[in-house]
């Protein structure tokens, strides 16, 4: 893993406008998630959102829904709509030019757990506040605990924010959402993503059985001419950011050839998947995410 950030001031502009568009995505989940609303048809709508905006994207639009922290997106065939009840974090991002976007707030459909979602901002809103060059990372950590933990709730301790480099979502360092002692210092000039989560869980995610986000790993030999048609597909068109099958599901007829080529993709270690992950006592989970230029004497946000 690369530290992250150290943009060259062309790619900085391109952040820029990948983290303006980003945010643009999330205005529009913010409008189009209702009660009863598809996910489906609400992620189809931001995808093409940014498409016809001139962008890629930086990962599959993720809407993971009450206990569910992070990964869930919908499947091709995805029939699931919205409850009024619903505790939904969209976290998503735009990508050109290898620049990658990485944002998230959560809508609370039923108004009941503000308190929650509130908890997960004002801890984003106060990390953000004490972010410059040389801050040691622990120092945010404690800052989104401390937060978190005034409202009534805990962080998510093994979730958190990081560096985002060239083509490279999560890379040094990794920012706790917790003191863990780490002294590495943040440097001026250095592209990040905060991401507190609250909880009234037990504060840690673990996986789910549910797949539909891949990356690719490697080319691997197989004798399933679906997989192999996936896997080239998969390799011209994202070999360095996630992908969705759903993404894939123009290639083939049936959605038994969609998943069973997916599956034998991963059998054989071509890709891997990034399974949608659950708080593991079923808490209540809100996140918010924001991406931020390190400066000398503060940071430049760039999700706006
Ligand atoms: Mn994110
Ligand atoms: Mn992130």
């Known amino acids: 893993m690369e530290k992250g950030g150290f943009l060259n001031e062309e790619q900085i502009k391109t952040a820029e406008a990948v983290g303006s568009i980003s945010y643009k995505m999330l205005e529009l989940a913010r409008s189009k998630i209702k009660e009863g609303a598809r996910l489906l048809d609400v992620a189809n709508e931001i995808e093409k959102y940014a498409k016809d905006s001139g962008y890629e994207l930086a990962f599959p639009v993720n809407m993971s829904i009450n206990e569910y922290a992070a990964h869930y997106t919908p499947t091709a065939f995805d029939d699931k709509v919205f409850g009024k009840n619903d505790v939904v974090k969209v976290d998503l991002g735009a990508k050109k030019d290898g620049v990658l976007g990485d944002c998230a707030i959560t809508i609370d459909l039923s108004g009941e757990n503000q308190k929650l979602v509130d908890a997960s901002k004002e801890a984003l809103d106060n990390a953000i506040s004490k972010v ?147 708080e593991s006592g079923k808490g209540m989970v809100a996140q918010t995410e924001a991406e931020m230029l390190v400066e000398k004497d503060g940071c430049r946000v760039l999700t706006k």
């Open 132 to 278: 410059k060059a040389g801050v040691k990372i622990s120092e945010i950590g404690r800052i989104v605990d401390e937060t978190i933990r005034s409202k009534g709730f805990v962080p998510i301790k093994n979730l958190g924010g990081h560096g985002v480099g060239l083509h490279d979502l999560h890379a040094e360092p990794f920012i706790p959402n917790y003191d863990n002692g780490d002294d590495t210092e943040l440097e001026e000039g250095m592209v990040i993503a905060l991401e507190p989560f609250a909880t009234n869980g037990k504060g840690y995610v673990v996986n789910s059985d549910i797949f539909e986000i891949y990356g690719y790993i490697e080319d691997a030999p197989t004798r399933d001419q679906n997989a192999r048609k996936m896997l080239a597909e998969v390799k011209s068109r994202y070999e360095h950011e996630p992908f969705a099958v759903r993404w894939l599901s123009g290639l083939f007829d049936s959605r038994f050839s969609l998943y069973s080529a997916a599956r034998e993709l991963m059998r054989v270690g071509a890709i891997e998947a990034y399974p949608a992950l659950v």
